[in-house]
């Protein structure tokens, strides 16, 4: 079975600065998908960005960007000029890429990390 | 934007009581799922249900749940008797495909067993 670890319960950054969250996996799989949703205190889930695994090239979505390192099963958000609005619960999560699977279609979880933006 | 809709936003109710919880996935959506969060903990999955049948579920989702899209645009997560650890927040969400999307999230029911 699949497991997603989020090793940092807590992080904070100044607004404007620039964070990384820190997001590593296990599975036996070669080709899956990657996520990171966020959490904001209304509990909404928002999907924030997304990598292919078979891609090398690294997902950009405008300031937040991931740092995919398939051989070492990390997956890590990057947050470029910190706003306010950022602070929530950022969950990394996994899916399955193979039809028929076990998982298939199922995200797996990471046990989140709450970011705190200050003023 | 399409939006997945979730009723009640709240709901309370009393131990062994029947709840029904509702969802309205988007419209070309063919995939759907129910997943669940306990208070400070991670989003757990409960089920996925595909072609008008459960395509996986987990160990959570016991006899005390089911799962129905009664008249095709309606999907509803029913817990026939509650007990106070069934208290979560429960997410609908739906997907396009199966392929690189991300699901769509409703905005979650938080359910409180009393």
């Known amino acids: 079975a699949q497991t997603v670890t989020q090793s940092q319960p807590e992080m904070s950054v100044q607004e404007a600065e620039t964070v990384t969250l820190s997001c590593t996996y296990d599975?036996?799989?070669?080709?899956?998908?990657l996520f990171w949703y966020k959490q904001p205190p209304s509990r909404q889930m928002i999907l924030v960005i997304r990598?292919?695994?078979?891609?090398?090239q690294n997902a950009t979505e405008n300031r937040f960007s991931v740092n995919f390192q398939k051989a070492a099963k990390s997956f890590s958000l990057k947050i470029s000029d910190s706003q306010l609005g950022d602070a929530a619960m950022y969950f990394c999560?996994?899916?399955?890429?193979?039809?028929?699977?076990?998982?298939?279609?199922?995200?797996?979880f990471g046990q989140g990390t709450i970011l705190t933006v200050h003023p | 934007e399409p939006e997945v809709t979730q009723t009640p936003s709240h709901q309370v109710t009393q131990m062994g009581q029947e709840v029904i919880l509702r969802c309205v996935p988007i419209?070309?959506?063919?995939?759907f799922y129910w997943y669940r969060q306990i208070l400070g903990q991670k989003v757990e999955f409960l089920v996925s249900?595909?072609?008008?049948?459960?395509?996986?579920k987990s160990e959570i989702f016991d006899d005390q749940f089911s799962v129905e899209r009664p008249d095709g645009s309606n999907f509803t997560l029913k817990i026939r008797s509650t007990k106070l650890e069934d208290s979560a927040m429960y997410f609908c969400?739906?997907?396009?495909?199966?392929?690189?999307?991300?699901?769509?999230f409703g905005s979650g029911t938080r359910l409180t067993v009393v």
């Open positions: 999560a996994y899916r399955s890429a193979k039809a028929g699977g076990t998982s298939y279609g199922k995200l797996t």
């Open positions: 249900f595909y072609n008008n049948e459960i395509s996986e």
């Open positions: 599975t036996s799989e070669s080709d899956y998908y």
């Open positions: 969400a739906s997907s396009e495909a199966s392929g690189p999307y991300g699901y769509t």
């Open positions: 419209s070309n959506h063919l995939y």
């Open positions: 990598q292919e695994a078979y891609k090398q």
